[in-house]
């Protein structure tokens, strides 16, 4: 069984915003909230680096672990996917998140923050594969197409991988072998408890 | 003859500089790493406890790219905040079994007599309630975000206990507000009553005469029991309200880490302060004859009240008489 990852070669990131514009049309996300993100370090100083930063799909996720009501489930590929039927909107994944990842469509109207929103990896939610209902509630489930996330399918600098862990975490570390460089894959210690040792 | 001498001296001269920059530019590759200035995630981590960049989505606190804070607060609300509470409150329970069983009730120890004295006019009986009924409600939903997914959920059922949760969670979030309106009402009704005096200390040395039956140290109108659960009320009220409304409102005037410390704080404090009031509660309703009345009928029976408050009903009286004897005066002239 594959272990779906993400994977963001900071060095090959250009920060177009690609993934962010195609992650939003792809799931229809309401405005205000991005799955995914580019932030950008040292801006404009020697050793800038852009990292395109979303859900992790942590193992023994955070978010899973303090949730009140138990609304997360992580598929047996690793994708961590919740219910926005069984959400209550209190906050505690966003606090528990080492990401930023859990957004809420009303963040400053206090008591009601909404159902909680967040990277599904293009995997929809526990509804039935590409249903209508699962289609509003979650967005596309490109995965039960056989499809990989579309951030990182559509990213032309192919910064931004995604898959299984073993399968780009090898094309990551053939990459650092041939260019002699790498800042290392970003996240994966405080994701997955382990790096990519090159 | 020397322009063209110049020219092809020219000429020869800016080949050799291409030459020389297309000789030097492989070279300069080989020995410059884009690595060694660039963003270090293990460096920035062990120098900052998050890391933050610049973002151009409208969304500015999506700026922070890791929190890793977040699986400390995770672990803190996990175990520590879980068994303060768990341990607190089933203490509590088990404490108060045990007085129940080995003290029993504490009855009026010369019997009820055929008098009452008003103890709480309406006014400090509403504010009671008010408080008393928004923190019953604040500490259920509460307890249920901390406890529910254990003890309810699998009684149940995954969809009828979200929709408890998020009722109980709307209760929390909007009985906030008439608690604590009830907590400054409080303070400003009783604190004088609540300063504390040398007095209160040989109360506590005499255990409030809790234990045996037919002494009971003198007390004003609260003894220093009454006076913790006053301050305990109000100081922790006051961190509980502060902290909530923190909560209520994200991202004003606070970031993550600020949120995060709220909780903490809210839970764990929480946890206490519900097993104090269950003590209270047990105190004034279940463990002692005639308690209830106080904030009942406000009217509690005179000997109740002269072995528990008896100093306070000296004064209520040498009030009276105050109040009489003027009143007879104004009648003799």
Redesign the interface.
Known sequence: MARMKFLCDADRCIECNACVTACKNEHEVPWGINRRRVVTINDGKPGERSVSMACMHCTDAPCQAVCPVDCFLTTADGVVLHSKDLCIGCGYCFYACPFGAPQYPKTGNFGSRGKMDKCTYCAGGPEADNSPEEYAKYGANRLAQGKLPICAEMCSTKALLAGDSEMIATIYKERVLKRGYGSGAWGWKVAYRETIAV | MTDRNSNWRNLALALLGLALITVAQPMQAQTV??????????Q?LSTMKQ???????P?Q???????????E??KV??TTMFWVGAVSILGMMLALTLFYTIRGRIMIDSGPSDRTILRFNGFERFVHWLTASCFIVLALSGL???F??YLL?PLLG??S??AL??LA??AH??LAFPFIIGLVFMFLVWVKDNIPEGGDLDWLKAGGGLMGKGHHPPAKKFNAGQKIIFWVVIGGGTVLSVTGLM??????GTV?AD??LG?TVHGILSGLIIAVMMAHIYIGSVGMEGAIDAMNTGEVDLNWAREHHSLWVEEVEAQEREADHKAKSVAAE
């Open positions: 790493t884009p690595t060694a200035s660039a963003a270090k995630e293990e920035l890391i933050d960049g610049r973002i151009s989505i969304d606190k999506a700026s922070v790219l890791m929190q890793p804070a977040g699986q607060w995770r609300h996990n249920n975000v901390s529910g997914k959920l995954a969809d206990f979200s949760s998020q969670k709307y979030n909007f909560l209520l409102f994200p991202f004003t993550i949120m995060q909780q």
